[in-house]
């Protein structure tokens, strides 16, 4: 089963063909909503910005990649996604509402096919939830299979060496971003990624930081400012000295460490591994 919930949710009206162009579903565990399909968000607004109880209210509709199959989430109280981006199965993209033709929380949940208005395909045959109105259903399947834990996403951020997949705070989209995107609490993940390393740390022997020889000049940055061009304290030369190395005193994150250096005292300073740094 694929439903728009996690957890426990009621079928409140079934799909009637014509007469009711999808089924309309209440959650019990959880008011959020969640895509029921990988594609591009194509609508995310009100359907009359100037009459809040007309139609869908305020409504998502995602057309499927590879596909011309266009999903639809109703009558939510907040749209938690934007026009033009692209989800993934699982994500968030709502909170359940009663906004628009509405009669108490509910999400009215309807495929259309090429969102052509009235080929509306039969919702039960492609989400897997049965026509029973009345009746409670457990979807676990995003628990299992989709959504990872806080500490799964650490560990893979962790071992994402390249930052290749979940970014940095100076990519574009930055991690935060990207780890939102995909439905996860930026602060609670890094928080974890913190903890991990920080643990590593004094669980192993001291780490060491090698500068390479063929890089002239680092930045290091003091300990009261955040680490960005401009708020340097002073250059190492790695170059001069035939490569630089140093204690790693801790982290603060995954790209940035505390280390005590001769000329500038205890300093900041980026360590990413496409700068050339080694940790060993
Ligand atoms: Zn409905």
Not at 9 to 35: C, M, P, W
Not at 118 to 126: F, P
């Amino acid at each position: 089963m694929n439903s728009p919930y996690n957890g426990r949710f009621k079928i409140t009206q079934n799909y009637k063909g014509d007469a009711h162009r999808g089924i309309d579903l209440v959650g019990i565990d959880s008011k959020e909503i969640h895509a029921t399909v990988t594609g591009t968000v194509e609508i995310a607004r009100w359907e009359n910005v100037n009459n809040p109880k007309q139609g869908f209210g305020q409504y998502v509709m995602i057309r499927e990649d590879n596909g011309n199959r266009c999903f639809i989430y109703a009558h939510l109280s907040k749209i938690l996604t934007s026009s033009g981006k692209h989800v993934r199965n699982g994500e968030v993209i709502g909170i359940e509402g009663d906004t628009g033709y509405s009669f108490g929380s509910h999400c009215h949940y309807e495929v259309r096919y090429g969102n052509v208005s009235g080929y509306s395909m039969n919702i039960n045959e492609i989400s897997g939830i049965p026509n029973d109105e009345g009746n409670i259903y457990d979807d676990g399947y995003r628990e299992t299979s989709s959504k990872k834990t806080i500490d799964e996403i650490a560990k893979e951020i962790i071992n994402d060496t390249n930052n290749q997949k979940w970014g940095t705070t100076d990519t574009n989209p930055t991690r935060q971003q990207r780890l939102e995107s995909a439905g996860y609490n930026y602060q609670q993940v890094q928080d974890r990624v913190n903890e991990l390393l920080g643990i590593k740390k004094t669980t192993n022997t001291i780490k060491k930081l090698y500068l390479p020889a063929y890089a002239n000049s680092w930045r290091v940055y003091p300990l009261d400012k955040a680490p960005y061009i401009g708020n340097e304290c002073g250059f190492l030369r790695p170059s001069k000295f035939g490569g630089l190395t140093y204690d790693i005193i801790r982290y603060i994150n995954d790209y940035v460490v505390v280390i005590k250096t001769r000329d500038f005292g205890t300093v900041q300073i980026y360590v990413a591994p496409d700068t050339g740094a080694v940790i060993k």
